[in-house]
């Protein structure tokens, strides 16, 4: 068996997003590179390569197992039918490679603190009066706001804080600028935004610019970095590309 790895990430049409996504598998790879002889990078929508050609570059250099790694911080629509359905006509084109399609991220402890050592990285010493504005992209999926609850108690925990309220980008309430809206009202300390986001994007950019808009204005608010700037999000990437995913499901989740 000649074993590939095939990394999917959502893809934007941010120029700089994708530059970051595909530098950030660059890194990948260069790690994987002794568990997998062939790796390639591809995305769902938006950035090429598109997954049928990146799945292409493996079977043409003999790949008769595919692992694909999905860059996916939580379980929701893409994860569940997107990818699944764009790997399907590839599975039946190619009846003699097996493929694999390893988890999410999901909720983890470790995913938890590293946002919260961005946070202490970015303003030092957290105060209890200081709030959280936690930003996610947003789905339908209800997977999603039972998973943002757990990071929000997590993140309260792990940052001795009382004040973290959840808002969204797209297709789910509360959005964004009602969650940063009622965040200002409210807050009696500085205001935290913490994008749970990987990397630059168009989304990203709403946000910084709300953020700068405020900021000019006088509130005492500021733009955490997106998560891929922390080392453990790449770690968890290797694991997937490096284990198979019943070992997979041992890794730790927050705990309450």
Known sequence: MTKAILYVGHGTRSKKGAREAKE?????????????????ISFLELTEPYIPEGFERCVAKGATEITVVPIFLLTAGH???????????????????????????????????????????????????????LVGRGSSDPAIHKAFAEIKTGLAEKLGISQVIVCYLAATTPLFAEG?????????????????????????????????????????????????????????????????????????????
């Open 180 to 256: 940063v809206e009622r965040m200002s009202l409210e807050a009696d300390g500085r205001v935290l935004v913490v994008p749970y986001l990987l990397f630059a994007g168009l989304l990203l950019s709403e946000v910084e610019r709300e953020v700068r808009k405020r900021q000019r204005s006088g509130e005492d608010i500021l733009l955490i970095e997106p998560l891929s700037r922390h080392e453990v999000i790449q770690d968890i990437v290797v694991e997937r590309a490096t284990v198979t995913g019943k070992e997979e499901e041992s890794v730790a989740t927050v705990d309450h």
């Open 24 to 40: 950030f598998l660059g890194r990948v790879i260069a790690r994987v590179d002794t568990h997998a002889p062939i790796q390639e």
């Open 79 to 133: 994860i569940k039918e997107d990818i699944p359905e764009a790997l399907e006509p590839l599975r039946v084109k190619y009846p003699q490679v097996s493929v694999e399609i390893a988890p999410a991220f999901g909720v983890q402890e470790r995913i938890v603190e590293a946002i919260s050592e961005l946070v202490r990285s970015a303003v030092g010493m957290v105060d209890a009066t200081d709030s959280v504005l």
